[in-house]
C-alpha cells in the first residue's frame, strides 16, 4: 500500500514487508530503486524537484522518521514502522546471507567499506559481498566506478554517499552496474564499522 505525504509517494509497510519487496525486486532481475524518505530530504524536496523525482522514480520508499510514520498512520490506518537505511540495511544483509545474493558497498572514506563488509560478514555467516568501494570520487570517475562495480556482478547495492549524493548516483547509474536493487543509506558504513 502507498500514501502521499506533501506531494512525495511512501510505502506503508513494516521493515518485514519492506524486506520481502526486496526480494521480489532481487528475484525480478529487473533495476529498482529504494529510498528510505527522511523529513530533511522531504523538506529539501519541496523546493527541489530533482529530489521529489528521486522519490517518485523509486520503487520503494519507506518512512525513516517517526513524524512521517504519524502521518502515513493517520492517512493509510495500517501497521507502519519507521524503516530507517540502516536498520533496512542489515534487515536486508540478513536476508542476503540466507538467499545468497551478491551485495555491495560503495561509499564512506578509504577502507570505511572494507571493514564494514568484514564485520557484517563475521555477523552474518554466509554473506556473499561482491565487492567494495571507497565514496570520495568525482563526477568524472562516477562512471567508471559504475563499472567497477558492475564487474563484480552483484544483485545488491547498498550505496553511502550521503543525502541526496547517494540517490543521485543510483538514479545515474543503476542500470549500469546490472544490479537488481541499490538502497541510499547514508553514514550506515562509518556505524557497522564501528
Ligand atoms: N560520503 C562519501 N562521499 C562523499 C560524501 C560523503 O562517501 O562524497 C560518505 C561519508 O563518508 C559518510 C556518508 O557518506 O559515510 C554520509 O553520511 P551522513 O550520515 O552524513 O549521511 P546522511 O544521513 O546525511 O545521508
Known amino acids: 500500500m502507498k500514501t502521499t505525504l506533501l506531494g512525495a509517494p511512501i510505502d506503508t509497510l513494516t ?41 517518485r522514480r523509486a520503487a520503494l520508499v ?11 498512520r493517520m492517512a493509510g490506518r495500517r501497521v507502519v514502522e519507521r524503516v530507517t ?15 545468497g545474493w551478491r551485495v555491495y558497498l560503495l561509499g564512506a572514506a578509504p577502507g570505511v567499506s572494507e ?39 552483484p544483485q545488491l547495492i547498498f550505496v553511502a554517499l550521503g ?6 548516483w543510483i538514479d545515474r547509474y543503476l542500470e549500469q552496474t546490472g544490479a537488481s536493487v541499490a538502497v541510499g543509506v547514508g553514514g550506515s558504513f562509518d556505524v557497522i564499522a564501528g
Not at 537505511?85 to 538467499?99: F, K, P, Q
Not at 543525502?163 to 543521485?168: C, G, N, R, S, W
Open 85 to 99: 537505511g540502516i536498520d533496512l540495511m542489515l534487515s536486508l544483509v540478513h536476508r542476503a546471507a540466507n538467499e
Open 62 to 72: 519507506t518512512p525513516d522518521g517517526i513524524g512521517i510514520v504519524w502521518a502515513c
Open 163 to 168: 543525502a541526496p549524493k547517494q540517490e543521485q
Open 115 to 153: 571493514e564494514a563488509a568484514g564485520r557484517l560478514c563475521q555477523g552474518y555467516p554466509g554473506l556473499q559481498v561482491a565487492g567494495t568501494h571507497q565514496g570520495y570520487f568525482s563526477d568524472e570517475e562516477a562512471a567508471g566506478v559504475a563499472e567497477i562495480v558492475r564487474q563484480t556482478r
Open 15 to 55: 521493515m518485514e514487508e519492506s524486506v520481502e519487496k526486496v526480494a521480489g525486486f532481487i528475484k525480478s532481475g529487473q533495476p529498482h530503486r529504494v529510498l528510505t524518505l527522511n523529513p530533511e530530504f522531504l523538506y529539501r524536496a519541496q523546493f527541489d524537484p530533482e529530489l521529489m523525482e528521486f522519490a
